[in-house]
């Protein structure tokens, strides 16, 4: 079992910046990947950034220049660094963790952003 412990949401302004952390309670070591979904109302929850054990990274189209995903291994923290924000990412965000074969989800953060 992985619990996952995410902070970092809240209201912004557009082209504003938030930062979104989610620490794991097991060792970023042995997961295959860390990364983070989020999901408005209606729809369906969508990959934003993920960065696999050996640091690869890949990003949704609509987030490419402006969110960064890293970690802290000494923490076991994954961070979304996420500037020039826009309206359109207003949505809970939820961390998202693979542990041999199977998915974990945190609670979600809301993020908001302002016009």
């Known amino acids: 079992q992985v619990q996952l412990r995410e902070s970092g949401g809240g209201l912004v302004q557009a082209g504003g910046s938030l930062r979104l952390s989610c620490a794991s309670s097991l060792s970023m070591l042995r997961l295959t990947h860390m990364g983070w979904y989020r999901q408005t109302p209606g729809k369906e929850r969508e990959l934003v950034a993920r960065?696999?054990?050996?640091?690869?990274?890949n990003y949704t189209d609509s987030v490419k220049g402006r969110f960064t995903i890293s970690r802290n291994y000494g923490r076991n923290t994954v961070h979304l660094q996420m500037d020039s924000l826009k309206p359109e990412d207003t949505a809970v965000y939820y961390c998202?963790?693979?542990?041999?074969?199977?998915?974990?989800w945190g609670q979600g953060t809301q993020v908001t952003v302002s016009s």
């Open positions: 960065i696999f054990s050996g640091g690869d990274t």
């Open positions: 998202n963790v693979q542990w041999r074969s199977r998915d974990y």
